[in-house]
């Protein structure tokens, strides 16, 4: 695939991020938003308006996809009318940095291979912001093709996730973790308040302190299969008893926290049976056990 041309289709906070990223490459580049302003905004930097999602895919190779939800993705797409399925070129790829999901991707392939004209479409959520951008690839090695160097030029990182569609699963999981672990270090810092700790220093503390870097450090041993460090862990029995003491602390000034329950409720059950001498990130095992549904063949 010979890429001349660049698209980028949505021009939110990403969409314009990118477009920018692209330009400062010196590549040549498409946009498309549906707020005329936006178009307006960046065709200032550089790039080319577009009265259309089918006239930008008439002029591009190469599409990138930075829309606010999967609603959104297929109405620009399958427009039969002004849709970039309507208007793309033979061998085109379409690379979607939307948050969406495997089914969404696996449905959106089907779509631009039925077309027949031997284009692609592949999942690539990111995180980040461009030039920096952590890419997460529903693909093996080498999915991206030709592109792989466009990307490379607006991102720090790629990975690539192994399938069609586990770009999106990864991307999911990262949100998972960055907001869980938001609202947990939220309700943490309601609960200092509360008790009426200084917050500056409760923050310091925290930061300097294990925290969040450690909770994740034991999850990535015990799934890299690092026994050794996993064994240096303390007990289930010291968790549970630190899960009960914060609870405590927190009910004594009137803070109900839904993170800290399932912390105080997972480790309190853990504690009380076969895990209970273990190193606590072995109840990763007795986790599996309880959250996972069975799975119909």
């Given at each position: 695939?010979?890429?001349?041309?660049?698209?980028?289709?949505?021009?939110?906070?990403?969409?314009?991020?990118?477009?920018?990223?692209?330009?400062?490459?010196?590549?040549?580049?498409?946009?498309?938003?549906?707020?005329?302003?936006?178009?307006?905004?960046?065709?200032?930097?550089?790039?080319?308006?577009?009265?259309?999602?089918?006239?930008?895919?008439?002029?591009?190779?190469?599409?990138?996809?930075?829309?606010?939800?999967?609603?959104?993705?297929?109405?620009?797409?399958?427009?039969?009318?002004?849709?970039?399925?309507?208007?793309?070129?033979?061998?085109?790829?379409?690379?979607?940095?939307?948050?969406?999901?495997?089914?969404?991707?696996?449905?959106?392939?089907?779509?631009?291979?039925?077309?027949?004209?031997?284009?692609?479409?592949?999942?690539?959520?990111?995180?980040?912001?461009?030039?920096?951008?952590?890419?997460?690839?529903?693909?093996?090695?080498g999915a991206l093709g030709?592109?792989?160097?466009?990307?490379?030029?607006?991102?720090?990182?790629?990975?690539?996730?192994?399938?069609?569609?586990?770009?999106?699963?990864?991307?999911?999981?990262?949100?998972?973790?960055?907001?869980?672990?938001?609202?947990?270090?939220?309700?943490?810092?309601?609960?200092?308040?509360?008790?009426?700790?200084?917050?500056?220093?409760?923050?310091?503390?925290?930061?300097?302190?294990?925290?969040?870097?450690?909770?994740?450090?034991?999850?990535?041993?015990?799934?890299?299969?690092?026994?050794?460090?996993?064994?240096?862990?303390?007990?289930?029995?010291?968790?549970?008893?630190?899960?009960?003491?914060?609870?405590?602390?927190?009910?004594?000034?009137?803070?109900?926290?839904?993170?800290?329950?399932?912390?105080?409720?997972?480790?309190?059950?853990?504690?009380?049976?076969?895990?209970?001498?273990?190193p606590y990130p072995e109840?990763?095992a007795r986790l599996e056990?309880?959250?996972?549904?069975?799975?119909?063949?």
């Amino acid at each position: 695939m010979n890429i001349e041309h660049v698209g980028v289709v949505g021009l939110g906070t990403m969409g314009r991020a990118l477009s920018e990223s692209l330009i400062a490459a010196e590549h040549s580049v498409a946009v498309w938003d549906r707020h005329a302003d936006r178009i307006a905004t960046t065709a200032m930097l550089g790039a080319a308006p577009s009265v259309n999602p089918r006239e930008l895919a008439g002029q591009t190779s190469l599409v990138f996809l930075a829309l606010p939800n999967p609603t959104a993705v297929r109405e620009v797409l399958y427009d039969e009318e002004i849709g970039v399925l309507a208007g793309l070129r033979e061998g085109a790829l379409i690379i979607d940095m939307t948050t969406g999901d495997p089914e969404l991707a696996e449905e959106v392939a089907n779509r631009v291979k039925d077309l027949g004209r031997g284009a692609h479409y592949i999942d690539a959520p990111v995180s980040g912001k461009p030039p920096q951008l952590t890419v997460m690839v529903g693909g093996s090695p080498g999915a991206l093709g030709d592109a792989e160097s466009i990307v490379a030029d607006v991102a720090g990182a790629i990975i690539y996730a192994g399938a069609l569609g586990m770009g999106f699963a990864t991307k999911l999981t990262h949100q998972h973790v960055k907001y869980a672990t938001h609202l947990a270090v939220a309700e943490a810092l309601v609960i200092a308040q509360r008790v009426g700790l200084d917050i500056p220093t409760t923050i310091e503390a925290i930061e300097l302190s294990t925290g969040v870097e450690g909770g994740l450090k034991g999850v990535v041993e015990y799934f890299s299969g690092n026994a050794r460090a996993v064994a240096k862990h303390a007990p289930t029995t010291t968790i549970a008893k630190d899960m009960r003491l914060a609870t405590a602390l927190a009910e004594s000034v009137g803070v109900s926290s839904a993170t800290l329950a399932a912390a105080y409720a997972f480790f309190g059950e853990a504690a009380e049976g076969a895990y209970a001498k273990r190193p606590y990130p072995e109840t990763i095992a007795r986790l599996e056990e309880l959250r996972t549904v069975p799975q119909e063949a």
